[in-house]
């Protein structure tokens, strides 16, 4: 009986971890977008943690104030990161059901 018992459970790990890779997948893919100074700086990044893009409008760039324009991209690489933690969060949420999970 307890083997019948281990045995559903690791199917179950298996049906799991196979979700799991196909969350992670598919969030890679998804794109989060934030911005800074009024949108004059556009940071587009997947879930993943990955920057994908950075555009930046032409009157925002001051080389007579580069701290300015560098404060403006962090900010907005940053916010963009966070908003794709917090999506794979959800998401994550939804797969295990809302149990904490360690390491994730």
């Given at each position: 009986?307890?083997?019948g018992g281990m045995g559903n459970l690791m199917k179950q790990a298996r049906q799991f971890?196979?979700?799991m890779s196909k969350l992670q997948d598919e969030m890679s893919?998804?794109?989060v977008e934030a911005t800074s100074g009024g949108g004059m700086v556009?940071?587009?990044?997947?879930c993943g943690g990955e920057i994908l893009s950075v555009k930046i409008e032409p009157e925002v760039v001051d080389s007579d104030d580069?701290?300015?324009l560098e404060d403006l991209i962090r900010a907005a690489c940053n916010e963009?990161?966070?908003n794709g933690k917090e999506l794979m969060s959800v998401e994550m949420k939804k797969l295990t059901?809302?149990?904490?999970i360690p390491g994730m």
């Open positions: 009986m307890f083997k971890q196979d979700q893919t998804k794109k556009k940071v587009v990044a997947n580069v701290e300015m963009a990161l966070k059901g809302g149990l904490p």
